[in-house]
């Protein structure tokens, strides 16, 4: 269940891969009257719908919604994955006024046997800014958990190996690369005015954290 002020949010989640056994209910009136929400097919109710489709890998059985905070009071991100239905209120992404489609992908990253969702969101947009976030998501046939999560505020706080006088810039991507995780940084100087270097290299998952290591990543100036 998710909640903020009145505005309540109430998941029924079944245990197959029948659609139809996920719900979301959501009360505006602190759980005095529900009304189901419907889980859309496309993005094509960006500025109306009440959850709104940020990506999917149909014939996985996965699809990642975010909540409209206008429509519902709410933030954050709800993941369904073959039956499976799970809320992640702290996790963001870009809200509008366009929408920007995630990026999933499925894999096993921590090399467990069993595949995680990666999924690539949008979370910043502006003049000269473009940042994403990195979540991945672990599955049990029960439950779905939330296994590791980097953001802009994670990659500036980290230890990158950048040369003195290189900062983070304001363009941050992840990506993949095979069956691996890759992250993209635009690297600026003192000034902060434009980017001057980029940093390219992998991301690590070991089924509990995402971390970057400075032996694995590439530094390189723009000419």
Do not use: H
Request: glycine share 14%; proline share 4%; net charge negative.
């Amino acid at each position: 269940m998710c909640a903020s002020g009145s505005d309540v949010l109430m998941l029924l989640t079944g245990c197959g891969s029948n659609s139809l056994s996920n719900a979301v209910l959501y009360s505006g009136d602190r759980g005095e009257t529900w009304e189901r929400l419907a889980l859309p097919a496309d993005a094509s109710g960006w500025q109306t719908d009440a959850v709104r489709l940020l990506g999917e890998l149909p014939e996985n059985g996965i699809a990642l919604y975010g909540l409209n905070p206008k429509a519902t009071g709410l933030d954050g991100l709800l993941v369904a994955w073959d039956g499976v239905l799970a809320c992640f209120p702290s996790l963001s992404y870009d809200t509008g006024p366009q929408a920007v489609p995630a990026q999933l992908a499925l894999e096993d990253y921590d090399g467990d046997g069993a595949d995680e969702l990666a999924a690539m969101l949008c979370t910043g947009t502006g003049t000269g800014v473009n940042v994403w976030s990195l979540y991945v998501f672990e599955q049990d046939g029960r439950a779905l958990t939330l296994g590791g999560m980097l953001d802009a505020d994670d990659v500036a706080a980290a230890e990158l190996g950048l040369p003195a006088g290189r900062y983070v810039g304001s363009q941050v991507y992840f990506g993949t690369e095979g069956d691996g995780l890759r992250i993209f940084l635009g690297v600026t100087d003192d000034r902060g005015l434009n980017d001057i270097g980029e940093l390219t290299g992998a991301v690590r998952y070991d089924g509990q954290t995402l971390s970057l290591n400075p032996a694995e990543l590439t530094y390189q100036e723009i000419a």
